[in-house]
């Protein structure tokens, strides 16, 4: 399922990021582009469904999501 019809960002991507270690609202906006110009804003009001995909995937052993993005 879509979550961001501008960019095609799908739930599976953003399982996907989880797994990275991409889990706080910053990091998923800053990942997916969501603070860009070209972006409706409709998704981003809506970012704790990303935060609560991603991070139900964040590896017990990541401490350090810095290469996330
Ligand atoms: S729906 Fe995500 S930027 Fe428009």
Not at 14 to 31: I, M, P
């Amino acid at each position: 399922m879509y979550l961001c019809l501008c960019k095609g960002i799908t739930e599976s991507d953003v399982r996907e990021a989880g797994r990275a270690g991409c889990a706080t609202a910053s990091q998923l906006k800053a990942k997916f582009g969501l603070t860009d110009k070209d972006c409706c804003g409709r998704c981003a009001k809506h970012i704790h469904e990303f935060v609560e995909l991603a991070a139900g995937e964040v590896p017990a052993t990541c401490h350090s999501p810095v290469d996330c993005l």
